[in-house]
């Protein structure tokens, strides 16, 4: 997975080309941290449909919330630079990211 910057945000998401996972969290989010190894799994799992990448909101805040993400945590997912989905706050769990990906891998192959 891709650890992000402020300063790499911009060519790996908004300038990339394709299906882009950012996984949003936070220094001392315990559910971000609890999601971390599913995140890591389901990156192996979808490596040729989406780019997986991570961006600690602790260091980035304004861009944080350039994007709307107010709290954590947020699970989104970009096509071509747009967010199109994501999952945030108690909706951001395991099970519901397996099947977030699955479907957005199926409807955009």
């Known amino acids: 997975m891709l650890e992000l910057t402020k300063e790499t945000f911009e060519d790996e998401v908004?300038?990339?080309q394709g299906l882009v996972f950012v996984d949003y969290y936070g220094n001392n989010?315990?559910?971000c941290e609890a999601l971390r190894p599913r995140i890591e799994e389901l990156a192996e799992k979808f490596k040729d449909s989406f780019k997986f990448t991570a961006l600690n909101t602790s260091k980035a805040r304004r861009l944080a919330i350039s994007q709307q993400?107010?709290?954590?945590?947020?699970?989104?997912?970009?096509?071509n630079g747009e967010?199109?989905?994501e999952?945030?706050?108690?909706n951001a769990t395991a099970d519901n990211l397996d099947?977030?990906?699955s479907e957005l891998s199926k409807t955009n192959t």
């Not at 993400?69 to 096509?79: E, K, N, R």
């Not at 999952?87 to 108690?90: E, I, M, P, Q, R």
């Open 69 to 79: 993400v107010l709290g954590l945590p947020v699970l989104a997912v970009y096509q």
């Open 14 to 16: 908004l300038r990339a």
């Open 99 to 101: 099947s977030f990906l």
């Open 87 to 90: 999952l945030v706050g108690d």
């Open 83 to 85: 967010k199109i989905r």
């Open 29 to 31: 989010c315990a559910p």
